[in-house]
């Protein structure tokens, strides 16, 4: 079965200090992973796919890294502006798996 | 380009009820997923539709029903509406299954 880990549930940053999510999963051939932005009460906001072991996306304060067990997604420098739940998804052999999310709150 | 578009955005119903939310995907997109998002279980998988046809179904009861049309638009129904359907649904279109997936903002529905 697909799994999704996210970690840590909740991140709570300085404005400007630096951090990192984790993504662990396991899946049955690996057919993309995805993150996601979500701010309270929309729909999630799509940011990257990564397909393949050693790639790397970016994005503004926003890159995302992939190895064969898990994801990173590196805020640099981080703003109030920033502040949302960051999902973490995977697809495999059946549609979308997602985790439960990492709630980053960036304090000015 | 136009994003997702869900209707209605927000629904209150009573238990026992059935309840019918849609979804208009990107145009160009024939694939169209539906989630249900908890707070306590996250974002769960309802359905997948792909050219009008159901290509894989969730562990929901059977109340859960979908479908979609020929122009890719695609509808939810839950009957027999119990307090704990009460969630953010959220439709999800993409090209094909594989690629990624662009959201709408999601039908909030609270049963009483």
């Known amino acids: 079965e697909d799994q999704v880990t996210q970690s840590p549930e909740a991140l709570r940053l300085q404005e400007g200090e630096s951090s990192s999510l984790n993504c662990s999963y396991t899946v049955s051939g690996l057919r993309g992973l995805f993150w996601y932005r979500q701010d309270p009460g929309k729909g999630p906001e799509f940011l990257f796919t990564l397909y393949s072991a050693g790639e790397e996306k970016e994005k503004e304060r926003l890159k995302a890294t992939l190895t064969k067990k898990e994801s990173f997604l590196h805020i640099t420098a981080p703003k109030p502006e920033d502040s949302a739940t960051y999902l973490c998804a995977v697809q495999g052999n059946t549609p979308l798996v997602f985790g439960k999310g990492t709630r980053l709150s960036v304090i000015a | 380009k136009a994003g997702v578009t869900q209707t209605p955005r927000y629904l209150i119903k009573t238990r026992g009820q059935q309840v019918t939310l849609s979804c208009s995907p990107i145009?160009?997109?024939?694939?169209v997923s539906w989630y249900q998002q908890t707070p306590g279980q996250g974002l769960q998988f309802l359905f997948e539709y792909f050219s009008e046809t159901q290509r894989n179904k969730g562990n929901f009861p059977g109340r859960f029903s979908g479908r979609q049309f020929s122009n890719s638009r695609s509808e939810m129904n839950v009957s027999t509406l119990e307090l704990g359907d009460s969630a953010l649904y959220l439709c999800?279109?993409?090209?094909?299954?594989?690629?990624?997936?662009?959201f709408g903002q999601g039908t909030r529905l609270t049963v009483v």
């Open positions: 999800a279109s993409s090209l094909t299954a594989e690629t990624e997936a662009f």
């Open positions: 145009s160009g997109h024939r694939s």
